[in-house]
T-cell receptor, first 114, second 114 residues
Framework: DVKVTQSSRYLVKRTGEKVFLECVQD?????MFWYRQDPGLGLRLIYF???????EKGDIPEGYSVSREKKERFSLILESASTNQTSMYLC?????????????FGSGTRLTVV | DQQVKQNSPSLSVQEGRISILNCDYT??????FLWYKKYPAEGPTFLIS?????DKNEDGRFTVFLNKSAKHLSLHIVPSQPGDSAVYFC?????????????FGKGTHLIIQP
C-alpha cells in the first residue's frame, strides 16, 4: 500500500524556534507538496518540488523554506516559528503528469506555536 | 483571489437522501477537477475526478457533474450514509511549473443525520 509518512502527528514549539517537518514517501513519486489547512481557508499550497533539489513557491511561501535532497524526502522548515503558523500541515506526493487523482496525502502534522 | 470556490461551509443531509456539494471555479485553464474527502486528524483522500472533456463521471454512490460553460461542478452522493460525514474539498488541476499543482477550495463540511 502506497504511503506518505509525516514524522510527527502533533508538535508544540515556541515562538522563534526553527522547526523541521519531515515527509517521506515510498512510491518513487517525482512531485511532492506541502499544504497547510486552516478552518475556513481550506488547503493552501506552501511549496512544492518536482525533482530532487528542485523547489517552487506555492501560494503562501512566506516564513517557510523547503529541502529535497533525496527523491523520497521533502522537508518543510519554519525558520523562526510564529503563532500565525499554528496549523495543520499536510504533505502530498504524486507521479509526474498525474494530477488526476494522483495525489497521496500524509496524515498531517498538527503544529502549535506558543 | 480564490480560483476554486465552495460557497457552502457546511451541509446537513438526512441519511438515505441525496447530498449535493457544489464548487465553482474561475480559471479556464483548469483541465481536471477532483473531489477529496477528509476526516478529522487524517489527510485528504481522493474520491472522484473528472476531465474537462467530460460532463459526468460516476463511481458507485458518487457522481461528479461538470458544466464548463458555467464553470461549475457538483458532487452527488446517493444514498448518503453516516460514514460520508466529512469535509469535502473540491480541487482543480492546471500545469504549474514542472508539477501538476492542485488548487483547493475551502471545503464543505457534510453532516449526515440519522
Amino acid at each position: 500500500d502506497v504511503k506518505v509518512t509525516q514524522s510527527s502527528r502533533y508538535l508544540v514549539k515556541r515562538t522563534g524556534e526553527k522547526v523541521f517537518l519531515e515527509c517521506v514517501q515510498d512510491m518513487d513519486h517525482e512531485n511532492m507538496f506541502w499544504y497547510r489547512q486552516d478552518p475556513g481557508l481550506g488547503l493552501r499550497l506552501i511549496y512544492f518540488s518536482y525533482d530532487v533539489k528542485m523547489k517552487e513557491k506555492g501560494d503562501i511561501p512566506e516564513g517557510y523554506s523547503v529541502s529535497r535532497e533525496k527523491k523520497e524526502r521533502f522537508s518543510l522548515i519554519l525558520e523562526s516559528a510564529s503563532t500565525n503558523q499554528t496549523s495543520m500541515y499536510l504533505c502530498a506526493s504524486s507521479l509526474a503528469g498525474t494530477g488526476l487523482g494522483g495525489y497521496t496525502f500524509g496524515s498531517g502534522t498538527r503544529l502549535t506555536v506558543v | 483571489d480564490q480560483q476554486v470556490k465552495q460557497n457552502s461551509p457546511s451541509l446537513s443531509v438526512q441519511e438515505g437522501r441525496i447530498s449535493i456539494l457544489n464548487c465553482d471555479y474561475t480559471n479556464s485553464m483548469f483541465d481536471y477537477f477532483l473531489w477529496y474527502k477528509k476526516y478529522p486528524a487524517e489527510g485528504p483522500t481522493f474520491l472522484i475526478s473528472i476531465s474537462s472533456i467530460k460532463d459526468k463521471n460516476e463511481d458507485g454512490r458518487f457522481t461528479v457533474f461538470l458544466n464548463k460553460s458555467a464553470k461549475h461542478l457538483s458532487l452527488h452522493i446517493v444514498p448518503s450514509q453516516p460514514g460520508d460525514s466529512a469535509v469535502y474539498f473540491c480541487a482543480a488541476s492546471a500545469p504549474r511549473g514542472g508539477a501538476d499543482g492542485l488548487t483547493f477550495g475551502k471545503g464543505t463540511h457534510l453532516i449526515i443525520q440519522p
